[in-house]
T-cell receptor, first 114, second 112 residues
Framework: EPEVTQTPSHQVTQMGQEVILRCVPI?????FYWYRQILGQKVEFLVS????????KSEIFDDQFSVERPDGSNFTLKIRSTKLEDSAMYFC????????????FGSGTRLTVV | TQLLEQSPQFLSIQEGENLTVYCNSS?????LQWYRQEPGEGPVLLVT???GGEVKKLKRLTFQFGDARKDSSLHITAAQPGDTGLYLC????????????WGLGTSLAVNP
């Protein structure tokens, strides 16, 4: 069964450093997303991406964050100048169509900012 | 702010028992999804319900979407230890299918 692949599975970084979280969505999917889950809290929407541009972003997704689909297969989330409160599980998801259908999620990257 | 409230938050039962978990909101949603998440993994989609009153079955799991599309339930018959996990409901706002709103989840433990 097709999978969404995320790397790395764990990342520890020092406060103020930049991190890039990588995702390889399912190959024929057209819609891409990043969500995050802080320990013990709800999953939160960060950004949706379609047709090589951001279609929606949350208030969390400020200038510290950016997304890219550099080569038609990878989908990256860059966090500049990380803060302690950025520590969370970051999930990439994709789906083939819009509408009401569910996502396929990756296994996540656990980011720890120290 | 649209909220999804899940109950109970924690549930521990014996193998073979039946259970129902709930996902409630005051908002109307265009669709609602149930996911199961295991520790250290991403959510895995179980089902999407779209029509008010819709009932979907997935083996021993029965999902129902409320008539007014504001709430949903998940019923598990004859629970097994393999059903252990975090059950999350998530929904799209009516008119916005670009982002999911999530509940906090029901953590289910099925003891042998």
């Amino acid at each position: 069964e097709p999978e969404v692949t995320q790397t790395p599975s764990h990342q520890v970084t020092q406060m103020g450093q930049e991190v890039i979280l990588r995702c390889v969505p399912i190959s024929n999917h057209l819609y891409f997303y990043w969500y995050r889950q802080i320990l013990g809290q709800k999953v939160e929407f960060l950004v949706s991406f379609y047709n090589n541009e951001i279609s929606e972003k949350s208030e969390i997704f400020d200038d510290q964050f950016s997304v890219e689909r550099p080569d038609g297969s990878n989908f990256t989330l860059k966090i500049r100048s990380t803060k302690l409160e950025d520590s969370a599980m970051y999930f990439c998801a994709s789906r083939m169509t819009g509408g009401s259908y569910g996502y396929t999620f990756g296994s996540g990257t656990r980011l720890t900012v120290v | 702010t649209q909220l999804l409230e899940q109950s109970p938050q924690f549930l521990s039962i014996q193998e073979g028992e039946n259970l129902t978990v709930y996902c409630n909101s005051s908002s109307v949603f265009s669709s609602l999804q149930w996911y199961r998440q295991e520790p250290g993994e991403g959510p895995v989609l179980l089902v999407t319900v779209v029509t008010g009153g819709e009932v979907k079955k997935l083996k021993r799991l029965t999902f129902q979407f409320g008539d007014a599309r504001k709430d949903s339930s998940l019923h598990i018959t004859a629970a097994q230890p393999g059903d252990t996990g975090l059950y999350l409901c998530a929904a799209f706002n009516a008119g916005n299918n670009r982002k999911l709103i999530w509940g906090l989840g029901t953590s289910l433990a099925v003891n042998p």
